[in-house]
C-alpha cells in the first residue's frame, strides 16, 4: 500500500480517473461563474485557455505509462519480498547432476546467477543430440519437480541456446532473455550476458571468463555433462 501510494505522488495523472476529470482539475469557481456551464469550461481549458494541458490522448498515453510504471514496480517489491518455492526442495537426489543442479536452483530463481547447461546424449528415439541450456530461463517457463523427481530427463530442445542432431544434422541457436549467442566469433562459440556484457566461453580449451567457472560432472544420467556458472556481481 505505501508503495502504491508513493508511486501515485510520482505520477499524479493516475489519480485521475477519466480525462474529464482532469480537465475539471484546472476549472476555477470563477471559470464556471462565467462560462455558466462545466462542459464549457472544459472545452476552454482543453483547447488551451488555461496554459499548457495535456490533448485526451497524451492524457492517455501518460496515464498507461504511469499504470505500467507502478504495476511494474509493486511487481518488482512482490517479487523481491515472496519466498522462493524451489522444485528441488525435499527431494532425494543420488545424481551428481542433479545434485548439482538443486545447488544451483535458488541462485538461478533469485538471479544472483546464470548457469548455462551442456547436455550431450541421446533423445527419445535413440539419436545423439547435445546443446547449451539456459537454466534460469528454464526454471522460469517450465516445471522442474518431474525432473528432480525422475519422472523427466532433462534434454536440449530446439528453442534452447543451442542444439544440435548428430545424426539429422539439424543445428539451432537462440539467444534467451540472460544470454545472446555469438556463433561466428574467431574464438568459437560464445554467449554474452544479457545483465552484465561478459563474456562466457564454453571452450574446454579456454577459460570460461570473468565471474564464470566450468564444472564436469560425472552423471549416470547422462553421456556428457557440464555446467558453466556466471554469477552476477550486485553493487
Not at 505520477?11 to 462545466?38: C, N, W
Not at 492517455?60 to 511494474?72: L, M, N, T, V, Y
Not at 564454453?202 to 555433462?225: A, F, K
Amino acid at each position: 500500500m505505501e508503495h502504491s501510494a508513493a508511486a501515485r505522488v510520482l505520477d499524479p495523472i493516475t489519480q485521475f480517473q477519466l480525462y474529464e476529470d482532469y480537465l475539471d482539475s484546472k476549472v476555477t469557481p470563477m471559470d464556471l461563474f462565467y462560462s455558466k456551464s462545466r462542459e464549457l469550461a472544459r472545452k476552454l481549458v482543453e483547447h488551451g485557455h488555461k496554459g499548457t494541458v495535456l490533448s485526451r490522448e497524451e492524457f492517455e498515453e501518460k496515464k498507461a505509462a504511469a499504470q505500467i510504471a507502478e504495476a511494474a514496480k509493486s511487481n518488482t517489491f512482490y517479487n523481491r519480498t515472496r519466498p522462493v518455492t524451489l522444485a528441488s526442495a525435499g527431494k532425494e537426489l543420488k545424481d551428481n547432476f542433479l545434485k548439482a543442479l538443486a545447488e544451483r536452483e535458488e541462485a538461478n530463481r533469485s538471479g544472483k546467477m546464470t548457469s548455462v547447461i551442456f547436455i550431450r546424449d541421446h533423445n527419445t528415439v535413440g539419436q545423439e543430440v547435445s546443446g547449451y541450456i539456459d537454466y534460469a530461463h528454464r526454471l522460469k517457463t517450465q516445471d522442474f519437480e518431474p525432473y528432480f523427481s525422475g519422472k523427466k530427463r532433462l534434454m536440449p530442445g530446439r528453442s534452447d541456446l543451442c542444439y544440435y542432431n548428430w545424426k539429422t544434422q539439424v543445428s539451432t541457436s537462440n539467444s534467451s532473455p540472460n544470454f545472446e549467442v555469438i556463433y561466428d566469433d574467431p574464438n568459437g562459440l560464445l554467449f554474452k550476458n544479457t545483465r552484465d556484457k561478459k563474456i562466457l566461453n564454453v571452450d574446454p580449451l579456454s577459460g570460461p571468463g570473468e565471474d564464470s567457472n566450468r564444472t564436469l560432472l560425472q552423471s549416470d544420467l547422462y553421456i556428457h555433462v557440464v555446467i558453466y556458472d556466471h554469477n552476477i556481481r550486485t553493487v
